[in-house]
Nanobody, 124 residues
Framework: QVQVVESGGGLVQTGDSLRLSCAVS?????MAWFRQAPGKEREFVAH????????GYADSVKGRFTISRGSARDMVYLQMNNLRPEDTAVYYC????????????????????WGQGTQVTVSS
């Protein structure tokens, strides 16, 4: 059973920063962050491919969030700067053992393993 564990969420104020971490118990080549706000669908935030370090971001976070990988294929981070109230959501880490086609990296259905989520709340 592959486990995915997120950490680093919390309550911050507008303009603050947070760093989320994700640990996966199995080697993964494709990893991503998604988020879900109350009453809304889960949405893509950022993805990274471990083998070549390629990344992608949702337009809403581009320039403020940075996804990065650990030294082994089992860690991924999300550095979130200049946080806004609209960033408030439960953030989920997702992983897939295989490299994903570029066209599929933003789809939740492309990822096999998911964490339980970590709450990020940004107050105005």
């Amino acid at each position: 059973q592959v486990q995915v564990v997120e950490s680093g969420g919390g309550l911050v104020q507008t303009g603050d920063s947070l760093r989320l971490s994700c640990a996966v118990s199995s080697s993964s080549n494709a990893m991503a962050w998604f988020r879900q706000a109350p009453g809304k669908e889960r949405e893509f935030v950022a993805h990274i491919t471990w083998s070549d370090g390629s990344t992608g971001y949702a337009d809403s976070v581009k320039g403020r969030f940075t996804i990065s990988r650990g030294s082994a294929r089992d860690m991924v981070y999300l550095q979130m700067n200049n946080l806004r109230p609209e960033d408030t959501a439960v953030y989920y880490c997702a992983a897939n053992p295989n490299r994903l086609a570029l066209s599929t990296r933003r789809a939740p259905t492309s990822y096999r393993y998911w964490g339980q989520g970590t709450q990020v709340t940004v107050s105005s």
